[in-house]
């Protein structure tokens, strides 16, 4: 696929990773539907995307009410005249250990809404996304490509039942849908980041960012343009499909 002049959709697109991913493609002449439920980020992302000379255009789409998602997806394909990519990146963290126990005393769980609000965004989100775009390229006849992101987290991680679940859940999801949409010439693939340097990483404390390094082989963390990048390797290898890429510099071995 040739990045410029694509239709690109882009959820959690208003900070880190996703802001990242639309400026990248935006240097390179994509047009971009925006996705955010954050409507300051979102303009922010706008903006730079406009001053890159790229169309753009924002969307406020909370990616797991199913009503949103489907209004928000017709309209985007209604003011641009069709989807050709979507790049599946909204996702949240609430993390926490299954259960505490003290003294033999359990003190502290997991709570229900900590587990759904996770599940939720991270992976009803992306199928309802996932579905909605592919319904559209469907019946253009045109075909295109859905990005998912998973995470380093899906082979499982302390503390992040939630997370770690809805990850895996979409590595799977990326298999399934690929083998399923190949008939219409939808190609579909993941990548799973691993310890990405974004806004809020930078701002851990220093012990903190010394643990995760020591964590990656290469030991440094890895770059949001090298996410993004591979977004754009992704579109314009037109034989990657099924697959979960792994970019973590070496840490999950």
């Known amino acids: 696929m040739q990045i410029a002049d694509s239709i690109v959709a882009i959820t959690g697109a208003g900070q880190g990773l996703g802001r990242a991913m639309a400026e990248y493609l935006a240097e390179r002449g994509a047009r971009l539907a925006l996705i955010d439920v954050n409507a300051e980020g979102l303009e922010e992302s706008v903006g730079a995307c406009k001053a890159l000379g790229a169309e753009a255009r924002s969307y406020m789409i909370n990616v797991a009410s199913e009503e949103e998602v489907d209004k928000g997806f017709a309209q985007i394909a209604a003011d641009f ?3 050709q990519v979507l790049v599946n990146n909204a996702g949240i963290m609430r993390d926490g250990m299954l259960i505490k126990v003290k003294d033999g005393k359990l003190t502290d769980r997991m709570s229900l809404s900590q587990w759904q609000s996770v599940i939720d965004v991270n992976l009803t989100g992306v199928f309802l996304c996932g579905r909605a775009a592919a319904g559209i390229m469907a019946e253009s006849g045109k075909g295109g490509v859905i990005v998912n992101i998973s995470s380093l987290s899906r082979a499982g991680n302390m503390g992040q039942t939630n997370y770690s679940a809805s990850k895996a859940g979409v590595a799977a999801m990326t298999v399934s849908w690929a083998r399923e ?3 219409y010439g939808v190609r ?3 990548i799973a980041p691993g310890f990405i340097k974004t806004d809020m990483v930078a701002q851990m404390r220093p012990e903190i960012l010394e643990g ?10 890895g770059q949001q343009e090298e996410i993004a990048s591979t977004v754009s390797f992704i579109l314009e290898n037109d034989f990657v499909s ?5 970019i973590d510099g070496g840490a999950r071995i």
């Open 81 to 83: 005249g069709g989807l």
């Open 212 to 221: 995760l390094v020591k964590q990656v082989p290469l030991r440094r963390l």
């Open 242 to 246: 099924g697959r979960v890429l792994d």
């Open 181 to 183: 949409l190949a008939r």
């Open 188 to 190: 579909v693939a993941a």
